[in-house]
């Protein structure tokens, strides 16, 4: 005669067995999707390139800087001093095509026929340059801004000499030969940056992106100018000379006439 419940009980252990393994390999592949883990390894392929090929003897390396701001914390991905200035460096593990300009305030990441916007890097470095410039006291144009993009993205308009791709990063830096920083001034500030960031730490980057999180929180009573809804670029306010909008206000692209988009201004619009 069959014991079912010897049955029942070899069944679940036999399943729970495999859920052992499965649990853990699942925690994994989630892990490997998230956001946190892909900025991460970005940031560690770029911490592995400036190793490989940069002279340690001439580019010190700081990762992963947090400092404090006027605002809260500001968190600088990595910083290279060297004689040649200090290149302040922001990381973007983005994939998809990816559109922007020096002067637009967001850029646009083009995956297939979805398409994102996100902070020009560019103006979210210009607050660690600044803010580091601060904390150094020194001048600013010491400091030099360089962001680079890694994972499969495609740069579909023309970039900045100080934004690119992976490999890039390393020839850019070495691409400056000029002697601005003598040896001490390079000891003293590494030493600066060292004794002035804060403790690197789980804690110290959960109280980082609360701070952000803060931030991006506030009221704005007035919005910024609107961002163009066809290529991204600043839009300015302009008044209809002719036909039966005449002397209304609208916001037009500042790309004008590469970019013909119009958005109706809506204080005019309800007046």
Same mark, same amino acid.
């Given at each position: ?33 998230s956001?946190?883990?892909k ?44 004689p ?28 297939? $026929?979805? @398409?994102? %916007? ?5 103006? #979210? ?5 600044? +803010?580091?410039?601060? =904390? ?91 961002v163009?809804p ?6 300015? $306010?302009? @008044?209809? %000379? ?5 002397? #209304? ?5 500042? +790309?004008?006439?590469? =970019? ?12």
């Amino acid at each position: 005669m069959l014991d079912v419940d010897h049955i029942i009980n070899t069944f679940y252990s036999a399943v729970f067995k495999q859920l052992k393994y499965l649990v853990p390999i699942l925690i994994v592949i989630a892990l490997a999707k998230s956001a946190w883990f892909k900025g991460y390894m970005g940031e560690l392929l770029v911490r592995l390139t400036m190793k490989l090929f940069l002279d340690s003897k001439k580019y010190q390396v700081i990762n992963n800087a947090t400092l404090e701001a006027h605002d809260g914390t500001t968190q600088i991905d990595h910083i290279v001093v060297s004689p040649f200035g200090i290149f302040v460096v922001e990381t973007k593990n983005m994939k998809g095509w990816i559109f922007g300009s020096e002067k637009q305030k967001t850029w646009t990441q083009k995956i297939f $026929k979805k @398409s994102f %916007k996100f902070q020009n890097p560019l103006h #979210q470095n210009y607050k660690h340059t600044k +803010t580091l410039a601060e =904390c150094l006291q020194i001048d600013e144009s010491l400091l030099i801004s360089v962001v680079v993009f890694v994972g499969e993205s495609t740069f579909k308009t023309d970039m900045p000499r100080n934004v690119t791709y992976g490999g890039g990063l390393t020839r850019f830096i070495k691409s400056h030969k000029e002697v601005v920083l003598e040896t001490y001034n390079i000891e003293r500030i590494v030493n600066q940056i060292q004794e002035g960031r804060l403790k690197p730490s789980f804690k110290t980057d959960r109280a980082h992106v609360r701070n952000l999180k803060q931030r991006h929180s506030k009221v704005i009573e007035k919005p910024d100018n609107p961002v163009c809804p066809k290529c991204g670029s600043d839009m300015v $306010k302009r @008044s209809a %000379k002719k036909g039966s909008r005449a002397g #209304q206000e609208f916001w037009g692209c500042s +790309t004008f006439p590469k =970019c013909r988009a119009v958005v109706q201004d809506e204080e005019s619009a309800s007046a």
